[in-house]
T-cell receptor, first 112, second 114 residues
Framework: AQSVTQLGSHVSVSEGALVLLRCNYS??????LFWYVQYPNQGLQLLLK??????LVKGINGFEAEFKKSETSFHLTKPSAHMSDAAEYFC??????????FGKGTMLLVSP | EAGVTQFPSHSVIEKGQTVTLRCDPI?????LYWYRRVMGKEIKFLLH????????ESGMPNNRFLAERTGGTYSTLKVQPAELEDSGVYFC????????????FGPGTRLTVT
């Protein structure tokens, strides 16, 4: 069985500040990890994914995440928040050939 | 290339009525998935089609839900009769390869049962 825990249902940052969204997972097999973003009235969009190889993964819009096996974490970061980053972010895990198991989501609020 | 589309975007129905949601995957994607997000909770898997066959329907909540994928193209998800707890956002996703290497999601259908 797999599970995902996203710490914080809402995270507030100021424009230009560091964005850190936390994700911890549980998996009995080597995990495939994903971050999706949902902007208002839009579908889920893949930000980045880790399957194998380099543990630091770069995604779109300046986001990146680091797979830390020892900590079972896959936190999402961005050095400088922009107003357009305000959205809901979902961390997800799979075993590669299974379906996605999502966390509850974190709403990112960006203030000027 | 057109993305995954879903219809309708919103649906408000009364308890006991029937609703049918439709998903058109990306052309050429054999794999189609349905997910649901009940308010305040995580997005949960409902079922997975490979072409017209149900590969995995372990997430379907009960027999009031019926999913079909005629001819391996678009899919429908029917809820009959709808209950209050069926309210939520229903997402459809498709992928070319099996598994979850990259699933492309539609905008979702927001279902409200009153």
């Amino acid at each position: 069985a797999q599970s995902v825990t996203q710490l914080g249902s809402h995270v507030s940052v100021s424009e230009g500040a560091l964005v850190l969204l936390r994700c911890n997972y549980s998996s009995s097999v080597p995990p495939y990890l994903f971050w999706y973003v949902q902007y208002p009235n839009q579908g889920l969009q893949l930000l980045l994914k880790y399957t194998t190889g380099a543990t630091l993964v770069k995604g779109i819009n300046g986001f990146e995440a680091e797979f830390k096996k020892s900590e079972t974490s896959f936190h999402l970061t961005k050095p400088s928040a922009h107003m357009s980053d305000a959205a809901e972010y979902f961390c997800a895990v799979s075993s590669g050939y299974s379906t996605l198991t999502f966390g509850k989501g974190t709403m990112l609020l960006v203030s000027p | 290339e057109a993305g995954v589309t879903q219809f309708p975007s919103h649906s408000v129905i009364e308890k006991g009525q029937t609703v049918t949601l439709r998903c058109d995957p990306i052309s050429g994607h054999d794999n189609l998935y349905w997910y649901r997000r009940v308010m305040g909770k995580e997005i949960k898997f409902l079922l997975h089609f490979v072409k017209e066959s149900k590969q995995d329907e372990s997430g379907m909540p009960n027999n009031r839900f019926l999913a079909e994928r005629t001819g391996g193209t678009y899919s429908t998800l029917k809820v009959q009769p709808a209950e209050l707890e069926d309210s939520g956002v229903y997402f459809c996703a498709s992928s070319q390869a099996p598994g979850s290497y990259e699933q492309y999601f539609g905008p979702g259908t927001r279902l409200t049962v009153t």
